[in-house]
């Protein structure tokens, strides 16, 4: 197993990663760091190329440019910093018929992992009294708590997770909140891709956001979000009324977009009683008219222009 000693500043170090299938782009010059004992959180539409990136690191396929190393290991290296990682991607595969106990022995030997280890983790996810449970009896957020408890096998310096939250409760959301706030105390670094932007804005410290392949945004999260613009969030008794409070933002030079049954207005939080007074006078009643700091989503869509 790989010490620690060459484990610098950042976990991960990226310059200049492209991955190219054909003529087509996956990943395109993308730099960013992750610094060591950090949250970073990982975001990009579908199809913006976070996956191909967490296979480049962790040695699954090869970059076509490029470079990047993996806690001071070249990613042409994997074996070199392999066990220091924990890596749940793309939904865990265990095998059904077994328990989750028996699956996460199976990993145990094979990864050469003292056995005591498995006990620890099945209460560490939660799954205490349903570890001797046959996996293909659990729900998906069981296996997905599976299957960080598995990632966490080597007790890893990094570890990388796809959608860890992926089908579980408010609750279980909130305990895997907690558990990688945990780790992240003890010192691990987590690299973590998620669509709950709301869950990465309370744990991470650090975001990198992919838009078609390239790397929007990398760097602290307060830094990404005190550089945008405050918000005012419309909504209207009348759902039609909205694109006309739209075209009342947009004459008086409040760029605004309708997203989710609400204008979002770009403008000073001072704004909003001029919007006010102007939907009366044009007959709008409002049922919410609430200026707001932007947070992450608000972020994400307007910087990658999803919806």
């Avoid at 290991?73 to 924990?86: A, I, N, W």
């Avoid at 050469?112 to 006990?119: D, F, L, P, T």
């Amino acid at each position: 197993m790989s010490t620690n000693a060459s484990v610098g500043k950042n976990a991960i170090e990226v310059h200049g990663l492209t991955k190219r299938y054909k003529n087509l782009a996956a990943l395109s010059e993308a730099n960013f760091s992750v610094p060591t004992g950090t949250i970073c959180g990982f975001v990009g539409p579908n199809g913006a190329g976070k996956t191909t990136t967490i296979r480049m690191l962790l040695g699954l396929i090869t970059p076509t440019e490029g470079s990047a190393h993996v806690l001071g290991f070249p990613v042409s290296e994997p074996e070199k910093y392999l066990s220091q990682v924990g890596a749940m991607i793309e939904g865990p595969a265990f095998y059904p018929a077994l328990t989750g106990i028996e699956n996460l022995r199976v990993l145990a030997t094979m990864g050469n992992i003292a056995q005591e280890r498995v006990a620890e983790l099945i209460d560490l996810v939660g799954l205490q009294g349903r570890g001797g449970d046959k996996y293909k009896t659990y729900s998906l957020g069981m296996k997905q708590r599976l299957g960080i408890a598995a990632a966490l096998l080597p007790n890893p310096q990094l570890l990388i997770l796809d959608e860890p939250t992926n089908g579980l409760d408010p609750e279980g959301i909130q305990e895997v909140r907690d558990l990688i706030k945990k780790l992240a105390g003890e010192g691990k670094t987590i690299f973590v891709s998620s669509h709950l932007l709301s869950e990465l804005e309370i744990i991470s410290q650090y975001i990198v956001m992919l838009r078609k392949g390239e790397v929007v945004f990398s760097g602290p999260i307060e830094e990404l979000l005190f550089a945008q613009k405050p918000t005012i969030i419309v909504k209207t008794e009348v759902l039609s009324d909205l694109e006309k409070i739209v075209a009342i933002a947009e004459a008086a030079g409040h760029p605004a977009v309708i997203r989710h049954g609400e204008a979002h207005i770009e403008g000073p939080h001072e704004w909003a009683a001029t919007l006010n007074r102007t939907a009366f006078e044009a007959g709008i009643v409002l049922s919410q008219l609430n200026p707001t700091m932007p947070n992450l989503e608000e972020t994400f869509f307007e910087m990658t222009g999803a919806r």
